[in-house]
């Protein structure tokens, strides 16, 4: 009888004992991570996504040779067959 009442009231009260645990745990937690990095916290800086993406198609057309045109009867951008059109080698 003792044992059902004290699953009833842990299971009622669960959120009033788990929550404090847990910030405890998470306090912890995250003090000591900022001591194992030794404080340094900060972020070195990169380029956003659209600058490099920019970056880089600007490149390509400037390594380009525009007088250089390929051949309309190669047709190296058309597959032939449609199981061909994600082929990485064309």
């Known amino acids: 009888m003792v044992w059902f009442i004290l699953w009833n009231s842990l299971r ?16 912890v937690g995250y003090n000591v991570e900022s001591w194992v990095r030794k404080g340094d916290l900060s972020t070195p800086y990169r380029d956003s996504i659209q ?10 057309l400037t390594s380009n040779d ?25």
């Open 12 to 27: 009622a009260y669960a959120p009033y004992i788990v929550a404090p645990v847990a910030a405890v745990i998470g306090i």
């Open 51 to 60: 600058e490099q993406r920019e970056d880089r198609l600007l490149d390509e």
């Open 66 to 90: 525009p007088t250089h045109i390929n051949s309309l009867k190669e047709k190296r951008e058309i597959p032939r067959t449609v199981f061909r059109k994600n082929d990485p080698t064309l």
